[in-house]
């Protein structure tokens, strides 16, 4: 959710938006190096035009940056035990979320998931056997 966004640049958003409260986001994503969605969305998510809050937002990003986020793939079950069989096998993180994809499994992880917990050692397998 945090974005690729500074603190620097939420202050100057801030008071572009005091100076220029109509100033569209085009102009605003070519002055800050963002696109004009991101704009939007982050001052539709800390106050509006008018309320736009730098400090709440920063401080808000920086929380959500922090915590520990659990994946699907560290918590023991049936979609763990799966993933570790079939890498086992030799099969491919891509080949794994494509057969997950086409059994229309509820409980299932993306690619870049099963390729994190491979190399950060969650599932227990070296990504080179």
Same mark, same amino acid.
């Given at each position: 959710?945090?974005g690729?966004? =500074?603190? =620097?640049?939420?202050?100057?958003?801030?008071?572009?938006?005091n100076? $220029?409260?109509?100033?569209?986001?085009? &102009?605003?994503?070519k002055?800050?190096s963002?696109h004009?969605?991101s704009i939007?969305r982050e001052?539709?998510?800390?106050g509006?035009r008018?309320?736009?809050?730098p400090?709440?937002?920063?401080?808000t990003?920086?929380?959500?940056k922090s915590?520990?986020?659990? &994946?699907k793939?560290?918590?023991?079950? $049936?979609?763990?035990?799966?993933?570790?069989k $079939?890498?086992?096998?030799?099969? =491919?993180?891509?080949?794994?979320?494509?057969?997950?994809? =086409?059994?229309?499994a509820a409980?299932r992880?993306?690619?870049?998931?099963?390729?994190?917990a491979?190399?950060?050692?969650?599932?227990g397998?070296?990504? &080179? $056997?």
């Amino acid at each position: 959710m945090a974005g690729k966004w =500074s603190e =620097s640049q939420r202050q100057e958003l801030f008071e572009w938006l005091n100076e $220029e409260p109509n100033v569209n986001w085009t &102009t605003l994503g070519k002055h800050l190096s963002l696109h004009r969605s991101s704009i939007q969305r982050e001052v539709g998510r800390f106050g509006g035009r008018n309320g736009y809050r730098p400090a709440l937002a920063q401080k808000t990003a920086e929380k959500a940056k922090s915590r520990p986020k659990v &994946t699907k793939l560290s918590i023991a079950g $049936e979609l763990l035990e799966r993933v570790i069989k $079939e890498l086992k096998l030799h099969r =491919s993180p891509v080949a794994i979320w494509a057969d997950l994809v =086409s059994e229309g499994a509820a409980n299932r992880v993306c690619v870049e998931t099963i390729y994190k917990a491979v190399y950060g050692g969650i599932l227990g397998i070296n990504a &080179t $056997e």
